[in-house]
């Protein structure tokens, strides 16, 4: 029988976080999922083998407090915490930036910066207790959720996709700076889940392109950790596109890309 492992998921409450949260408890592991909604951090503490920790991440003082709190050893984090807000559509608010600078790039740095620290220690304690036959190491991850919109690099790309393709190059820049303690660290760029936060967005809508379910993308996030893979980037059709995109010269993906914005809010 395999000895559960611990898992903590930054974010959210709801969609991909809680899918994946419900994933692993199903596996009989121990997770612990970091939300800022009180409401529904109340509501998973129902849930069998998953603990909810309330903590808004953008407040250094209660992400410190939190990270102090979080002393057990884990075997996985994930970070899905992801915000978004229709800035093609509207100039973006000075709140509204700060937002999304806090919850895309630095809070997913403080996090992932405390965690490769945490899981470096914990591989060099095992390594003293192996040499002396106490125990085996156990297998250890870091797993950043980013998006699609992070793989294109153009003049004229909104801040949600620059703090997503940072997310992206930090994440594989980890993935080379812990290759040699046996630390694996997977970045996922998925495309359009449907979420109940994406139809919020979008006026109760869902009519995306290449659209997946939470079940679906879970999925794929499992394959890409099973498989070791360093950038897992999905579904097959967004892949297959985003390759051919960014192939192309940067003047010439800027005019694609904005020809493709001005279609998708046409809608």
Known sequence: ????????????????????????????????????????????????????????VRCRTQR?????????????LIYSIGKYYPERKQALSADESHDMLMLNL??????FAWASERLIHKKQVQEKQ????????????????SSVAGLFDFQGASLYAHCKRAMIQDTLAYRMALAPFGIQVIAIACGYVDTATLRQL?????????????????????????????????????????KLLTALPRPLLAKVMQLQYHHQDRK
């Open 202 to 242: 979008h006026g109760g809508r869902a009519d995306k392109p290449f659209l997946i379910s939470e079940q679906e993308a879970v999925h794929q996030i499992i394959y890409a950790i099973h498989n070791d893979i360093a950038l897992h980037v999905f579904p097959k059709p967004m892949k297959a596109i985003a």
């Open 106 to 111: 630095q809070a997913f740095q403080a996090v």
């Open 130 to 145: 192996t040499i002396h036959h106490i125990t085996l190491a156990t297998p250890t991850s870091l797993v950043a959720i």
């Open 64 to 76: 410190d407090e939190l990270l102090k709190r979080l002393d057990t050893p884990f075997s996985q």
């Open 1 to 56: 029988m395999n000895t559960p492992q611990t898992i903590i998921i930054f974010g959210d409450t709801s969609g991909i976080g809680l899918a994946l949260a419900k994933w692993h408890a199903h596996q009989g592991n121990l997770v612990t999922v970091i939300g800022s909604n009180p409401h529904k951090v109340q509501a998973i503490l129902e849930l069998d083998n998953i603990t909810a920790i309330c903590c808004d």
